[in-house]
Nanobody
Framework: QVQLVESGGGMVQPGGSLRLSCAASGRTFSNYAMGWFRQAPGKEREFVAAISRSGSGTLFADSVKGRFTISRDNAKNTVYLQMNSLKAEDTAVYYC????????????????WGQGTQVTVSS
């Protein structure tokens, strides 16, 4: 089992920034690719960003490319999502997910989920 706990969400004005954190416990963190997903009301959970087990590879959804960065610290068992130039359409509950065998880019392949953290972008 892997337990994931997200933090760092909140309300921010358009153009602002937030940094989300996801702390993992349980199994060996570095064995898992990690991803961030988000779900807005009435919509399906969608992929935002992913990072490889070593941290050397990253992938982003087109909607956040150039604005969001993902990083991980395997010594701290934590993955981060830095979100800049936030827009109203970024408003959603953000979830981190751990993927043992894949790249953490598909919600159907995620093995473990956090409880989510709300991000609201509004003036």
């Amino acid at each position: 089992q892997v337990q994931l706990v997200e933090s760092g969400g909140g309300m921010v004005q358009p153009g602002g920034s937030l940094r989300l954190s996801c702390a993992a416990s349980g199994r060996t963190f570095s064995n898992y690719a990690m991803g961030w997903f988000r779900q807005a009301p009435g919509k399906e959970r969608e992929f935002v960003a992913a990072i490889s087990r070593s941290g050397s590879g990253t992938l982003f959804a087109d909607s956040v490319k150039g604005r969001f960065t993902i990083s991980r610290d395997n010594a701290k068992n934590t993955v981060y999502l830095q979100m800049n130039s936030l827009k109203a359409e970024d408003t959603a509950v953000y979830y981190c997910g751990a993927d043992r065998n894949g790249g953490a880019t598909s919600r159907t392949r995620v093995d473990y989920w956090g409880q989510g953290t709300q991000v609201t972008v509004s003036s």
